[in-house]
């Protein structure tokens, strides 16, 4: 019923910014709570950023002062902007949605920070 779908990732040069984008047709975003992943090479996957009702956000310590999350509602569409990336940045960006004790995940969209 919920199929998160990521977009927007991509090669970029270090200090440069992106924007994610997730859609999940079959549910209002608003109505769950919304996250970003992200897993690099060899590592355990990690919550970024996430949002709820009210708007209420969460950021990890290496996100916060340069990521931002949002949700559209018009286009019932989740963003990741992401801004002054580094290299270890890279990574698979994965978009969560969770809905009372059930969690979708999308296919993962791929970020690298490289010169």
């Known amino acids: 019923q919920v199929q998160p779908v990521e977009s927007g990732g991509g090669l970029v040069q270090p200090g440069g910014s992106l924007r994610l984008s997730c859609a999940a047709a079959?549910?209002?975003?608003?109505?769950?709570?919304m996250g970003w992943y992200r897993q690099a090479p060899g590592k355990e996957r990690e919550l970024v950023a996430s949002i709820s009702s009210g708007d209420s956000t969460y950021y990890a310590e290496s996100a916060k002062g340069r990521f931002t999350i949002s949700i559209d509602n018009a286009e019932n569409t989740m963003y990741l902007q992401m801004g002054s990336l580094k290299p270890e940045d890279t990574a698979v960006y994965y978009c969560n949605a969770r809905l009372g004790q059930y969690n979708f995940w999308g296919q993962g969209t791929q970020v690298t920070v490289s010169s």
């Open positions: 079959g549910t209002r975003l608003r109505a769950m709570i």
